[in-house]
């Protein structure tokens, strides 16, 4: 006994001295909690009605919204859109481009929706202006990238796109930022223009799907798990038996709860995106919860920076508030580490990091957001985090035991519901 001890990594403790490892329930007790919540988010799916549109709303005309597109939709749109400058410059008129503004008082929250949405605001972008005339030439130059990619029928990464013309673009956030406006003058989402980012986020756990046609067993890809595809399209026939979806903004917690099977104990798909999420991982998100009608359960770190990812996984991103009918996950519900937890769960000071100016700075900033006023527990957990001055990552819980996350922590988040 004495040698096992010894033997015992540094860093981690007795089972049994695991701080609030006393109070969890039987595995099987926590088990059919979770299956209620899982029959509860079933029902809410299949009893729902259709979604609710910024027409229904009517919204419409005030707010803009794109659409997926075959190529030959693409295609088409962009032709037309070259026979309108084509006609322009014949009459005298010069050549300008009507852009969409993607600007931050261009963003409407709406409620009902419960996400962000890009109003009707344009801006013109004249080739016979100093000011606009290089970025018209990069606007010009994507399209006419693109539509060699819908004539071609395939696919390129954003990095393909800037190697193209490194001269003119000079910058990748240039061009990338040039993709977007792309979009929203065409009126189709970016996955329409064939153009991807790199492979980034990862996903392991209870599901089975077709990727390209080769059907892919989560449970069988190792502590890495499988990497989410760029391109949508090539995903299908998803299938599990998990009863909810954790959603983890982190590489390093969820790949503690991949090599310790956590999927196994409790069944659930395990999805991350590496931190800042990532079209892919925002559509792949969205496809599991629309088809498989599971929970989705956020673990992320205790700062400001842990909600706004949560916030853009939810509600979408300003930047691309255009598209987020399709980028935006509804009833995302915060399992942890919320500011609450460091004191409940008596998190030692050591581990807790002091909040810097401008974290506490995007903490006041989120809590005059709309979709953050309108969650009460999340306003109180902001204005608890932003009091304390206080944040820290989930690997604090690793002060425990390298293991806490996985057998302490999460099952007993689950045996008292404790999400927002």
Request: proline share 5%; hydrophobic share 40%.
């Amino acid at each position: 006994m004495a040698d096992q001890k010894k033997r015992r990594r540094v860093g981690e403790k007795e089972p049994e001295t695991l701080p609030f490892k006393s109070k969890l329930k039987p595995d099987s007790a926590i088990l059919q909690i979770v299956k209620k919540l899982a029959e509860q988010e079933a029902a809410a799916s299949t009893s729902t009605a259709k979604p609710l549109t910024l027409a229904d709303l009517k919204l419409a005309q005030a707010c803009r919204e794109v659409s997926d597109l075959p190529l030959s939709s693409v295609q088409s749109r962009i032709e037309e859109l070259v026979l309108s400058i084509t006609h322009s410059i014949m009459s005298e008129n010069g050549f300008s481009l009507t852009v969409p503004s993607r600007s931050a008082a261009n963003q409407l929250y709406v409620p009902e929706l419960d996400r962000i949405v890009l109003k009707d605001k344009t801006s013109i972008r004249p080739y016979a202006n100093v000011s606009t005339v290089r970025k018209t030439a990069i606007t010009t130059r994507i399209m006419q990238l693109i539509y060699q990619l819908c004539l071609k029928n395939i696919h390129v990464t954003k990095r393909d796109l800037f190697y193209t013309d490194v001269k003119l673009f000079q910058d990748q956030t240039q061009s990338d930022a040039v993709l977007d406006d792309v979009s929203c003058i065409l009126g189709c989402t970016r996955s329409s223009l064939n153009v991807v980012a790199a492979e980034k986020g990862v996903v392991v756990g209870r599901l089975m799907f077709s990727d390209n046609g080769d059907m892919i067993d989560c449970t069988k890809m190792g502590m890495g798990g499988k990497a989410i595809p760029p391109n949508i399209d090539r995903v299908g026939d998803m299938s599990s038996d998990a009863l909810f979806i954790l959603l983890v903004e982190k590489d390093a917690a969820y790949m503690r709860l991949a090599e310790d099977r956590f999927y196994n104990r409790f069944p659930c798909i395990i999805v991350t995106a590496k931190g800042q999420p990532d079209v892919a991982t925002r559509l792949f998100l969205r496809k599991m919860k629309m088809e498989l009608k599971l929970p989705v359960l956020a673990l992320v770190d205790s700062d400001p920076y842990g909600l706004k990812i949560l916030s853009v996984y939810g509600c979408g991103s300003k930047n691309m508030s255009y598209d987020s009918s399709n980028l935006t996950t509804p009833d995302i519900k915060w399992l942890g580490i919320r500011p609450s937890d460091l004191d409940k769960y008596k998190i030692p000071e050591q581990c807790r990091l002091p909040m810097t100016e401008q974290d506490i700075k995007t903490g006041k900033d989120l809590l005059e957001e709309d979709f953050v006023k309108k969650n009460p527990g999340w306003v109180e957990e902001l204005n608890l985090m932003v009091k304390s001055k206080q944040k820290a990552e989930i690997q604090a819980l690793s002060s425990f035991g390298f293991q806490y996350l996985s057998e302490v922590y999460l099952p007993l988040k689950l045996q008292q519901q404790d999400w927002l």
